[in-house]
């Protein structure tokens, strides 16, 4: 049997690169959406405590970066053919396991 996706080790170093690169480049975005978010709400409301804005800037950055890394995985796991390796398990017909409880 060959091997396929993250079980070849060429494959899953550029699965693994490409997915860092992908998580530097949001962390700059989600740094990015956190100065907007604080600056958007000092505009609006004016000066804020100093705990406001480090509660903003960690809640709206740090929820960015793990929408980010999520998506990421998902895109790592679709994208090496880790997904289709799941196939590779025997699983019982929905229809079998029915008829073999009675």
């Known amino acids: 049997m060959t091997e396929r996706g993250l079980d070849d080790p060429g494959q899953a170093a550029f699965a ?16 990015a959406a956190a100065v907007l978010a604080v ?4 505009q609006s409301i004016g000066p804020m405590p100093i705990h406001m804005v480090i509660a903003t800037a960690l809640g709206v950055g740090l929820s960015v ?4 890394a999520l998506m990421g995985l998902v895109f790592l796991s679709a994208g ?3 997904d289709a390796a799941v196939d590779r398990f025997p699983h019982e017909d929905a229809a079998d396991a029915t008829v073999s409880r009675e």
């Open 16 to 31: 693994w690169q490409r997915f860092r690169r992908i998580l530097r480049w949001m962390a700059l975005l989600s740094a």
């Open 39 to 42: 600056a958007v709400l000092w």
């Open 65 to 68: 970066l793990l929408a980010a």
């Open 80 to 82: 090496s053919g880790h």
